[in-house]
């Protein structure tokens, strides 16, 4: 009893999600860009991690103008609260905005976070369980499918607690490099071949000099 979740990312050739610096940039087209509010616009939820809202300053994971009326909530994943209280998302018009954490966010935090958001929700004591915090946005909220827009530790949570139903990925003509650029899925990941989270091709299309891919859980 959980949403349907969906990954949607676009990456360079080489697998990277931003460069070196972490800096967030956009580095896909105009048909990608159209690709992402068509999948929000299917979505209940929109998920992010706070190191990707972070580096973005006025990101506020709303819609296009052309979309439906009734925009996705917007949540913010983070274990320990590092969410600044002050981003834009907050003051920005649509749909409530949930903060999921753990134990370990400071009092501070957690006041702050309670005046800005709609809800701040803990789940866990040291690493958020995706699997509660899903059937609580399915309950509390109708929540029936979910779209994350990463980053590369939320991926790899996710995908750790077996809860990714799907996998869009755009790839784009571009080598960024860099051993310390982010990629897909970060964080701890799997220690043997054999744990790995398994997907097939359910789709791929060339638009352009760009790559759709659409991976469904095996």
């Not at 050739?13 to 896909?28: E, P």
């Not at 009326?69 to 749909?95: C, D």
């Not at 966010?105 to 040291?126: C, E, M, P, Q, Y």
């Not at 755009?170 to 490099?177: E, F, M, N, R, S």
Request: charged share 20%; glycine share 8%.
């Amino acid at each position: 009893m959980r949403p349907h979740v969906s990954i949607n990312m676009a990456m360079t050739a080489d697998g990277k999600i931003a460069s070196a610096n972490r800096a967030v940039s956009t580095f896909g087209s105009r048909v990608d860009h159209a690709h992402l509010l068509a999948l929000r616009d299917k979505a209940d939820a929109i998920l992010t991690g706070a190191g990707t809202l972070n580096a973005q300053p006025q990101v506020t994971l709303g819609l296009g103008p052309k979309s439906k009326m009734n925009p996705p909530l917007r949540v913010i994943a983070s274990g320990s609260g590092q969410v600044n209280a002050h981003h834009k998302i907050f003051r920005s018009p649509g749909a409530p905005v949930l903060v999921l954490t753990t134990e370990r966010i400071s009092r501070t935090r957690l006041k702050n976070l309670k005046a800005a958001a709609h809800n701040v929700k803990i789940f866990g004591a040291d690493e958020i369980n995706f699997k509660k915090a899903l059937a609580w946005l399915q309950k509390e909220w109708d929540v029936k499918r979910l779209l994350c827009e990463g980053g590369g530790q939320l991926n790899d949570a996710l995908f750790r607690a077996a809860v990714v139903d799907e996998v869009n990925l755009t790839v784009c003509p571009l080598i960024l490099g860099g051993r310390e650029a982010p990629t897909l899925a970060e964080g701890l990941g799997f220690g043997q071949l054999k744990d790995a989270a398994r997907f097939s091709l359910k789709s791929c299309r060339q638009l352009g000099n760009e790559m759709f891919l659409v991976y469904r859980k095996a």
